[in-house]
């Protein structure tokens, strides 16, 4: 006969505490597979950590928001923020599912370059972009958002050696209603900043203003922050019209949707407060449509979401490398992904759940990474089944952020795979290693290793 | 390590000090250890008992027996 199976033995005190009605279910519903690929065969073909992405999710989302936007308003065009994931792999999804490229900086200009896209169709943000960027997004044809007054400066000083009539749009920041306001990017539209930068963009008649943008903030949980938004755009864009001659042909509402993980601090689960994206896209729409625009003047609506369309479609997949008590009784477990890798546990309680079947009784613990520091804390709080070293675990909605927040740091990056639509995984990033790490490193002469140890 | 001759068990896992008014579950491998306890095993034997009977490592049952015994510290069930 075999032996029974063994479980570390575990007590729990029961508290007699009042009841709670939101009470915390188990988090703990086994995944042992993503989309029919066992967690354990992942990690050993490609390594513990593993970021696992699936392209029917993202390829699902990105339909879906666009149906959200495209059943409420005629003209609608998304941008696929680069910033969120620039994974080439995929970009190339959104790029195929009809996406322009929205990018914040030279190297993510270039990015998007290589990806193939047309420079007409992507849109370049960012507080901080370089002459040597204007100038090639300038012989691309691409849309310039600019940010401040010396950008503007910049680029009619750089209108005067060319013959182009660069297209631009200037970024506006707004009150929307919401706590904290976004002001740092872009101008003004309370105290008219923004409307003094269009009038000189205009008048300088080098320039072609084509649009306008604002991005109000990140994981908004505000629907009605857009409705103003896009009302205070309309208006803007309206004035453009009737005192400057000067039509916007689209208004960009940035992105900042939010999906349903859950924010550190947040009394309820993301996923029973987090508006839809139809809920967005009424309130955006609702308020251009009513605006006043002539049907044949409707703008392009533009819209750059990131997060909302990957994060649910990422998972990261990790091992348990040793249990111990703490101080106080409380239970902590090591994993071997840390605030390195999963960036986003600064901001989020991540739904994590162990990768095999477990009993009944789960204990609550910390979750700590690999990191040798003491801010290496994944979760502060969870519950979990008793966990032995590994055993697998399965962070959820993380496909936002990570792969480009995350950090070399103590160890290095892992690897990343995409499952495709016909469930066929593929390798899309390497794990990183010493060498790649240590490639642009130069190391004088009188320190290397052979002065060094003699 | 002896149990408080007060702690009462039951065989599903609740568990009882009416010095303190405290009560615990178990899940069944506390269950069973704390009813060894009970019929004053030692320590010793209980290990060999469930290295006999389970599925698990003498390291790894070490590992745990050290875990254990600081959550009946923790929890004051047992005598000083």
């Given amino acids: 006969m075999g032996k029974l199976k063994y479980e570390r033995p575990f007590i729990r005190k029961l508290n007699a505490n009042p009841m709670n009605k939101f009470g915390a279910a188990p988090e703990s519903q086994y ?20 970021f ?24 609608v065009q998304f941008a696929w923020s680069y910033k969120t994931n620039y994974l080439n792999a995929v970009c190339n999804i ?9 990018v914040v900086s030279g190297f993510e200009y270039r990015k998007a370059l290589g990806n193939g896209v047309p420079g007409n169709k992507i849109i370049f943000n960012g507080p901080a972009k370089q002459i040597e960027d204007l100038l090639l997004a300038i012989e691309n044809d691409s849309l310039l958002h600019i940010d401040h007054l010396d950008e503007l400066y910049t680029l009619l000083s750089i209108c005067e050696t060319i013959s182009k009539k660069p297209r631009v749009a200037i970024r506006v920041n707004m009150d929307t ?9 872009g101008f003004n539209y309370e105290n008219e900043e923004a409307w003094s930068a269009i009038t000189k963009i205009i008048s300088s008649g080098k320039l072609n203003l084509v649009g306008l943008h604002c991005h109000i903030g990140t994981f908004m949980l505000s629907v009605n922050a857009y409705s103003i938004a896009a009302r205070k755009m309309c208006t803007l864009a309206l004035r453009c019209k009737s005192q400057l001659n000067n039509p916007i ?4 509402l940035g992105g900042g949707l939010p999906s349903t993980n859950t924010l550190k601090g947040a009394y309820l689960p993301g996923v029973d407060t987090v508006p839809s994206v139809d809920d967005f896209a009424e309130a955006i729409t609702t308020a251009i449509l009513e605006a006043g625009f002539s049907q044949d003047e409707l703008p392009l609506l533009i819209m750059e979401c990131g997060r909302v369309l990957i994060d649910d479609a990422g998972y990261l997949l990790g091992s348990v490398i040793a249990n111990k008590r703490l101080g106080d009784g409380r239970r902590a477990t090591i994993v071997d992904f840390g605030v390195n890798t999963l960036f986003t546990s600064f901001w989020y309680n991540h739904q994590i759940t162990p990768a095999q079947e477990f009993s009944q009784h789960s204990e609550n613990m910390v979750l700590y990474g690999p990191l040798c520091m003491n801010i290496d804390v994944i979760r502060e709080s969870i519950n979990l089944p008793m966990l032995n ?8 909605k993380v496909g936002a952020y990570n792969m480009t927040q995350w950090m070399q740091f103590i160890t290095s990056r892992p690897g990343i795979v995409l499952i495709d639509e016909n469930s066929r995984v593929h390798q899309v990033r390497k794990p990183e290693t010493l060498e790649y790490m240590e490639a642009p490193e130069l190391v004088p002469e009188h320190l290397t290793p052979d002065k060094t140890n003699k | 390590m002896k149990i408080k001759k007060n702690i009462a068990t039951s065989e599903n896992g609740f568990i009882f000090n009416p010095a303190t008014g405290d009560s615990f579950s178990g899940n069944a491998m ?3 250890i704390l009813s060894a306890m009970k019929n004053n095993e030692p320590d010793e034997q209980i290990r060999k008992n469930i290295l006999e009977k389970y599925d698990v490592t003498a390291e790894q049952l070490n590992r745990d027996w050290e875990d254990w015994t600081i959550q009946l510290r923790e929890a004051n069930l047992i005598e000083c």
Avoid: M
């Fill in chain 1, 94 to 102: 959104f790029h195929q599912e009809g996406s322009w490229a929205e």
């Fill in chain 1, 249 to 252: 042909e689209y208004l960009d």
């Fill in chain 2, 30 to 32: 506390a269950t069973a």
């Fill in chain 1, 31 to 50: 995944v042992s597979s993503i989309e029919e690929h066992p967690v354990k065969e992942l990690l050993a073909q490609y390594g513990s950590p593993l």
């Fill in chain 1, 389 to 396: 070293p590994g055993d697998n675990l399965v962070v959820h």
């Fill in chain 1, 177 to 185: 209603g919401i706590y904290p306001s976004w002001d740092r990017f």
């Fill in chain 1, 52 to 75: 696992v992405l699936s392209e029917k999710q993202i390829r699902k989302n990105v339909r879906a928001a666009l149906r959200s936007f495209k059943t409420r308003y005629p003209a």
